[in-house]
């Protein structure tokens, strides 16, 4: 593993784990906040957040419906270095458990991560979430 690739695992994992102690403090250190071309695609959110006030407004709503995440763990990631930019794909154990709701939500949650090089290290410019739906496999599967 390359010193880069280090670095990029390094980034995406302080996410999860910023996420899961609801540390968003952290979470708004990972990211360049002066890239232009933001883009944060919430497995809930119909649309993605490409501002960063948006995307503060997103961490921000996150306790708000979020009781706690008792579970952040990686299965399995890939990353891809491309001179000042990578291309992480990571799949996630998770559970949230929701505020006024029993049963946790968990399952595995894809995620998609962009990030480029900064004078200040790595930082993410892009995020997407994706839980995997279960489909019928008699209904095109």
């Known amino acids: 593993m390359t010193e880069d690739e280090a670095r990029i695992r390094a980034a995406c994992e302080a996410f999860g784990q910023a996420i899961q102690a609801a540390d968003l403090a952290a979470v708004e250190q990972l990211w360049d906040r002066d890239y232009e071309h933001l883009v944060y695609q919430p497995e809930e959110y119909e649309r993605p957040c490409r501002s960063w006030d948006d995307i503060v407004s997103y961490l921000n709503y996150i306790p708000t419906v979020v009781e706690s995440i008792p579970e952040w763990r990686e299965i399995e ?65």
């Not at 410019?125 to 599967?141: A, Y």
């Open 77 to 141: 990631s890939d990353v891809a270095v491309l001179g000042d930019a990578a291309i992480v794909y990571s799949l996630v154990m998770t559970s949230f458990q929701l505020k006024d709701v029993r049963e946790p939500l968990d399952g595995e949650v894809r995620f998609t991560f962009g990030l480029r090089r900064t004078p200040d290290g790595w930082r993410l410019i892009h995020c997407h979430e994706s839980r995997q739906l279960m489909v019928d496999e008699g209904e095109g599967g």
